[in-house]
């Protein structure tokens, strides 16, 4: 952990994390290292075994768990077994859960005085589709950001755009998703993204993504 915490990312995040294995994950985040500019988050799924009513309870129960180790909290929807939530039919369910961890967290820094910034992460939908409702539900509870999966296609940023404009002054926007170069970085954040996630170009380059991603697109 802290040869990873000290390679210059702006955020390093762990997951997905299966409910059982909370305990253990913040039993470990309890003692890490300082890590001077870079927050730690945790991105926290569901089985896919798990049923639909135990949402807002298992999310409720990671925010418990994690809260006091962890620099932001995210909710992974993009994940194959748990994209069942963005359908039509349990986006009621979603939105009680968003209420509910938005309201503890804000529980928590009454009692403590520490804010814990809260993320929606979820595909962002292919070219031609309706911009994804749970992205509005989450805003409205008042999650701090959404982690959006871009489609595989040059016109992904161009969906990216049409949701900053519709969300206005609301959560901070991560892309994530075919961000290979500095070129990647560069589109996302004129459509809007305040930052980017990178997951793919890690695995295979490691450390050394970091200079890739630096190198100028002029």
């Given at each position: 952990?802290?040869?990873?915490?000290?390679?210059?990312?702006?955020?390093?995040?762990?997951?997905s994390?299966?409910?059982?294995a909370?305990?253990?994950?913040a039993?470990?985040?309890?003692?890490?290292?300082?890590?001077?500019?870079?927050?730690?988050?945790?991105?926290?799924?569901?089985?896919?075994?798990s049923?639909?009513?135990?949402?807002?309870?298992?999310?409720?129960?990671?925010?418990?768990?994690?809260?006091?180790?962890?620099?932001?909290?995210?909710?992974?929807?993009?994940?194959?077994?748990?994209?069942?939530?963005?359908?039509?039919?349990?986006?009621?369910?979603?939105?009680?859960?968003?209420?509910?961890?938005?309201?503890?967290?804000?529980?928590?820094?009454?009692?403590s005085?520490?804010?814990?910034?809260?993320?929606?992460?979820?595909?962002?939908?292919?070219?031609g589709?309706?911009?994804?409702?749970a992205?509005?539900?989450?805003?409205?509870?008042?999650?701090?950001?959404?982690?959006?999966?871009?489609?595989?296609?040059?016109?992904?940023?161009?969906?990216?755009?049409?949701?900053?404009?519709?969300?206005?002054?609301?959560?901070?926007?991560?892309?994530?998703?075919?961000?290979?170069?500095?070129?990647?970085?560069?589109s996302?954040?004129?459509?809007?993204?305040?930052?980017?996630?990178?997951?793919?170009?890690?695995?295979?380059?490691?450390?050394?993504?970091?200079?890739?991603?630096?190198?100028?697109?002029?």
């Open positions: 952990m802290c040869e990873l915490l000290a390679m210059g990312f702006g955020s390093v995040e762990f997951g994390v299966l409910p059982d909370v305990p253990a994950l039993a470990t985040l309890l003692n890490r290292p300082a890590s001077a500019g870079t927050a730690v988050g945790v991105g926290l799924s569901l089985p896919a075994e049923p639909a009513a135990v949402l807002g309870d298992a999310w409720l129960a990671g925010l418990n768990g994690l809260w006091a180790n962890v620099d932001y909290l995210s909710f992974n929807l993009s994940a194959r077994a748990n994209r069942r939530f963005l359908h039509s039919e349990q986006l009621a369910r979603l939105a009680s859960a968003c209420l509910a961890v938005a309201f503890r967290r804000d529980c928590l820094q009454a009692d005085g520490r804010y814990l910034p809260l993320a929606l992460k979820l595909p962002l939908g292919e070219v589709e309706p911009l994804p409702t992205a509005f539900v989450a805003a409205a509870a008042g999650f701090d950001q959404l982690t959006l999966v871009l489609p595989e296609v040059p016109e992904g940023t161009q969906r990216l755009a049409e949701l900053a404009r519709r969300l206005g002054a609301g959560p901070a926007l991560v892309a994530v998703g075919g961000i290979r170069s500095a070129a990647a970085i560069a996302a954040r004129q459509a809007g993204a305040a930052g980017v996630q990178v997951h793919r170009l890690f695995v295979e380059q490691g450390a050394a993504c970091l200079a890739t991603l630096a190198l100028s697109t002029s």
